[in-house]
């Protein structure tokens, strides 16, 4: 079949690019647009009780949802006085005089023990829903005029909430979308002008996978509207970073074993066909690896993941087919100006080059090999027992200096954290008969678990039948302490306290953390396997073996580890972060076994071939290594440097996934595909394809 699509590209390579451009045109101008949400509650499913609390919020008190602190202080630092209480005042007055669009009242509320802090109350009836446009209108709308109010008074005043931290999160992704998609593009240059010196050769994947991008944003747009998804800003980030690492990796494969043709002397065109015939049949493998593992993710429980899952997918599907395709048709019509002005392509290095030598190290030695990467990967993965997840998903994307986060730091100057995003119980009446008012305040003083400060007197629905309960937790809202203290003290006290005939609900902040890690939980048990199933069945495939498949996720199962460990001692120890961000070990998990089985599956595929050529163990090891050593660590280099400009993005979000990631990547290639697997399969011998014929054709010859 790679031989047939090999022929075809060359004999039509100008159809082939003209069917691209026509495509990607249309798809591109008629898809509908992208849009994206980091509200954890959009990404639960409706049996979770934090989504049942937000719908009953919405149903029984509509317009009521709060929305946004103003929070204020002294210029100078010091105490508030009666006079700045006056202006806090008045400012407040004034603020809901001037009808703010989308802002329906500012009340003043109460001053910190200390005096330090005053805050108003900023009712935004669209802030159910804190990514809403006319919410994040508000909140701009709200900065400036409280701007303009507090000049010359000798306040401050800043505005935190979820939706002002929609705000500063949509500017900062827009910041970091850019900084990411600029970095990305330069280190794939620079890197590709390194391997091939030929700016030619840097811009082939550049130009290409430009062009794919929007393309591939149409199609997921066009996905989410028929089904009925919802976008994570985390996808759109990271779907840069996979395109560009992909689509790059898939064009350094080829033009290697392309130049490796053309140096046997082969023609242009004749040296294209044999590219895509010998690299096809691995490129493919490995994207059918990358896109069932990221198609297992349709079965997490968490709209994020689900979502995910087949943007990722689709777009390395797309990816493939330009990789098969549209790349081969260009080296065809550019035939050996692909390299210009290097000449380099014309003659194999002299002596045979570092990876020679490291060939035929690790065929001498394979046993010290093997034992030596697999102990450096299992120390680092002893790392991975300090590992906490991060709830706060929307805190964490957000940068710290952000306008929102500064006003929360200030808030917390005064008074407790759970002020900002307390947490909301309601108590609803299942029959004819309502609470009664001496029930209700019995109910609230039951609501005084450990580990809560406050509970407000409760606000009722305009039928009578729902009371809404705000507690406020000492600690900081999705935090392991706020979490802990909803999960087994506030929760059970909510539930085992209802009067007869109600039933209560809690939601918050802190309630969809607590649901999000019962779903987390879940995911780990069903994703994980499902995904791992998968690729053991994907490579027993292409390799016609049930050996060689085990090995390769060993080797994968020790990759894993050792960069979550890696990532854990970072962030947690040297770092003092309070977690790492909860989807960080599933989309390890896909990327690193994923992505990286990309080259061990290279390695493993160059190994069978050697085999096949009549090479015992040890010498197809070398050989393997020879030739396939400097495809795998270009390409490595490439994407390592790819995710690691993910570092750029200016949040802890995108810092975490940065470094592990590109972590990972290299962990993968040149630990794992240079050295761990080529060593272990010349350890096990033959023995290795069975009970396929990976090495009949060296039956003759000794192991």
């Not at 949509?170 to 390194?194: H, K, M, N």
């Not at 995910?308 to 493939?320: D, S, Y």
């Not at 039933?503 to 879940?522: C, E, I, M």
Request: glycine letters at 10%.
């Amino acid at each position: 079949m790679f031989a047939a699509i090999g022929r075809l590209v060359v004999r039509r390579a100008w159809w082939v690019v003209a069917v691209w451009v026509v495509a990607g045109t249309l798809v591109a101008v008629f898809s509908p647009g992208l849009k994206t949400t980091t509200d954890q509650a959009d990404f639960l499913p409706g049996s979770y009780q934090s989504v049942q609390a937000q719908r009953l919020q919405n149903s029984a008190f509509p317009g009521h949802h709060g929305g946004a602190v103003a929070v204020f202080q002294r210029a100078d630092g010091t105490a508030l006085t009666d006079a700045d209480h006056a202006t806090v005042a008045r400012i407040s007055s004034d603020l809901t005089a001037a009808r703010i669009p989308g802002v329906a009242s500012v009340t003043p509320g109460p001053t910190s023990p200390d005096r330090l802090v005053q805050v108003a109350q900023v009712v935004i009836p669209s802030a159910g829903n804190p990514g809403a446009e006319s919410s994040k209108d508000a909140i701009r709308g709200l900065r400036t005029a409280l701007a303009d109010a507090t000049r010359g008074t000798g306040l401050t005043a800043g505005v935190a909430g979820p939706s002002a931290t929609s705000v500063d999160e949509d500017e900062a992704d827009e910041d970091a979308a850019r900084t990411v998609a600029f970095a990305t593009v330069a280190i794939i240059l620079a890197l590709l002008l390194l391997v091939f010196r030929s700016p030619v050769a840097a811009l082939l994947p550049v130009v290409v996978i430009g062009g794919v991008y929007p393309v591939v944003r149409g199609l997921i747009a066009s996905v989410d509207a028929a089904f009925d998804l919802t976008t994570g800003t985390i996808t759109t980030e990271l779907l840069t970073v996979v395109l560009f690492g992909v689509g790059t990796d898939y064009t350094v494969f080829l033009l290697f074993r392309y130049r490796e043709a053309l140096r046997s002397g082969a023609d242009p065109d004749t040296a294209v066909r044999h590219a895509v015939t010998r690299v096809g049949e691995a490129i493919a493998s490995a994207a059918g690896v990358v896109i069932v593992a990221f198609a297992a993710l349709t079965l997490s429980s968490l709209g994020l993941l689900r979502s995910l899952g087949p943007a990722l997918a689709l777009a390395v599907l797309v990816m493939l087919l330009a990789g098969l395709t549209l790349i081969p048709a260009i080296v065809s019509l550019l035939g050996t100006a692909v390299f210009w002005p290097s000449r380099a392509w014309r003659h194999r290095p002299a002596g045979g080059g570092a990876f020679v030598r490291l060939g035929d190290a690790v065929a001498r030695r394979p046993a010290r090999w093997a034992a030596g990467s697999a102990l450096l990967m299992a120390l680092l993965a002893l790392g991975s027992l300090g590992y906490k997840p991060d709830f706060d998903l929307a805190g964490m994307a957000t940068p710290s200096d952000a306008p929102s986060q500064v006003a929360t730091r200030d808030l917390e100057k005064g008074f407790p954290p759970g002020v900002l995003a307390p947490t909301e119980v309601y108590l609803t009446a299942t029959g004819a008969a309502v609470p009664t008012p001496a029930q209700l305040a019995a109910y609230g003083e039951a609501l005084r678990v450990p580990g809560v400060v406050a509970v407000e007197k409760p606000r009722m629905s305009t039928d009578g039948r729902t009371a809404e309960f705000t507690v406020v937790q000492a600690d900081v809202p999705s935090s392991a302490a706020a979490m802990s203290v909803l999960r087994d003290e506030l929760r059970p006290a909510a539930r085992e306290s209802a009067p007869p005939g109600t039933k209560a609900l809690v939601g918050g902040a802190t309630a969809v953390s607590v649901d999000t890690s019962s779903a987390v939980d879940h995911d780990y048990a069903v994703v994980f396997p499902v995904a791992a199933a998968c690729i053991l069945l994907i490579l027993g495939l292409l390799l016609r073996s049930l050996v060689a498949p085990w090995l390769l996720m060993l080797s994968v199962a020790l990759g894993f580890g050792a960069t979550l460990g890696a990532s854990t001692i970072v962030f947690r120890q040297l770092a003092d972060q309070a977690g790492l961000v909860f989807v960080l070990p599933i989309v390890m998990y896909l990327f690193v076994v994923a992505l990286g089985t990309d080259y061990n599956i290279l390695m493993v595929s160059r190994l069978r071939e050697e085999s096949r050529a009549g090479r015992a163990p040890r010498e197809a090891t070398a050989g393997a290594v020879a030739a396939s050593g400097p495809a795998i660590a270009s390409a490595g280099m490439i994407l390592t440097g790819t995710f690691a400009t993910l570092l750029l993005g200016g949040n802890v979000t995108l810092v975490q996934l940065g470094f592990t990631l590109a972590f990972g990547i290299a962990v993968t290639a040149f630990v794992m595909a240079l050295l761990f697997t080529p060593s272990l399969t010349a350890l096990v011998g033959r023995r290795v394809w069975w009970p396929g014929r990976g090495g009949q054709a060296m039956s003759h010859n000794r192991r």
